[in-house]
C-alpha cells in the first residue's frame, strides 16, 4: 500500500497556569478541525484510565455493618464510610495493602492518625474522619489497592466477616475541562486539569497521550493484506446464563490470582470462560502461574475441556446423581 506524505507541523505544549493540584497547558497550533477530538479523548481517558489507589474495605472493632452505631464515635457507620471515601493516597505496592488506625478519644480522628507501611504515602493527613467523644477507643483495619476508575462496594464480593467494603475511587483526576480557540489558520487547544493531589496534572497527561499514542501507533502500521486470511470459524457454544452469573469466589482461586480479575472487571465464570490464553496472559498483574491456576480451575470443575457445563447445570458441583463430581480442592 502506498505511503501518504504527512505534512503535520508539530503543536508546542506550553504550561500557563498552575497551582497545588490545578495545572492548565495550551496545545497549538494544530490543524483546523483537530483541537475538539484531541481535547475530547485526552479528558475521556484521564478520567478513566489514569491509575490510582484508595481504600476498598475496613473493619471496625465491635461493628458488624455500616448502618448501625458505633460506641463512643460521634458519627454513625454511614457517615464514617463517606469520610474514610475522602482519604487521598500514593499506593506503590501490586497487592493490596493493610493499614490501621487505634486512637484514644476524647478529640477528633484525622487521615494522619492512619498507622500506613513504607508502601503507602497519605496525601491529605489534615482530611477529618470522626470525632471520639469520650474516653472510648477507635480501632480500625483499613485496606488500601491500586485500581483504575470506579469500584463500587455493591460489586465487591468475597468479605471476611466484619469487612465493610467501600465506595472506591481510584481516579485521581476528578475534573478535566478545554477549550477550543481559533488562532488565524490554526486551532488552540486549552487543557484544564485538576487532581487530587496524589498526581501532578503533567503526570496525568503525559500518561493519557501515551495511552492514546499506543492505540493510534498500533492503527497507524495497518496496512492492506496481499491476501484475506480465511477466518476460524465462530464458536457455536452458549454459556448458560446460571453458568455465566457464578462468581468467580467459587473457582477457590488464590488471593493474588483473584485480586487480578477483579481489578480487571472480572468478577463472574462466564467473563472468565470467554476469554482465550492471549487474552487471560494480557490482563495486568496476571503472571503465566495465575494463568495456568485459572485454566486448572476451570477444567477440574468441568467449565472447560469437555466437562459440558454439567457441574454448573446442576447446581453446587455435583453429577445428574446427585454425586460430587470432584474431590474437596482443601489444598487450593
Partial sequence: ??????????????????????????????????????G???????????????????????????????????????????NIKGIRLRCYAERSVALQLIKRGPGPVYAGDIDAPSTVE????????????DDAT????????????????????????GEIAVDALFSPIPRVNFIVELNGESERLILE???????????ALSHAAQILSQHFGRLASVSEPSEVAELPAASTSVIPPEIYERPIDELGLSTRTYNSLRRADITT???????????LNS?????????EEIRERLVVLGYRDGGDFQAGLNGNGT??????????????
Fill in 193 to 203: 486539569i485538576w487532581t487530587d493531589g496524589t498526581v501532578k496534572p503533567g503526570d
Fill in 283 to 291: 490482563i495486568r498483574n496476571l503472571g503465566p502461574k495465575s494463568a
Fill in 1 to 38: 500500500m502506498e505511503q501518504l506524505e504527512l505534512d503535520v507541523v508539530l503543536p508546542r505544549i506550553t504550561l500557563t497556569a498552575a497551582g497545588e493540584n490545578y495545572g492548565r497547558f495550551t496545545i497549538s497550533p494544530l490543524e483546523v478541525g483537530h483541537a475538539g477530538p484531541l
Fill in 122 to 133: 497519605i496525601v491529605n493527613p489534615q482530611h477529618y474522619l470522626c470525632t471520639i467523644d
Fill in 269 to 279: 465464570v462466564g467473563r472468565l470462560l470467554e476469554l482465550d490464553d492471549r487474552m
Fill in 138 to 161: 477507635l480501632e480500625m483495619q483499613l485496606t488500601a489497592e491500586r485500581g483504575r476508575g470506579v469500584m463500587l462496594a455493591d460489586n465487591v464480593s468475597g468479605l471476611n466477616i
Fill in 40 to 82: 475530547n479523548a485526552l479528558r475521556r481517558v484521564m478520567i478513566s484510565s489514569v491509575p490510582g489507589a484508595a481504600i476498598t474495605r475496613v473493619k471496625i472493632g465491635r461493628v458488624i455493618h455500616e448502618f448501625t452505631t458505633i460506641p463512643g464515635v460521634v458519627e454513625d457507620g454511614t457517615q464514617l464510610m463517606l
Fill in 319 to 332: 453429577d445428574e446423581d446427585g454425586d460430587p463430581d470432584i474431590e474437596s480442592s482443601d489444598a487450593e
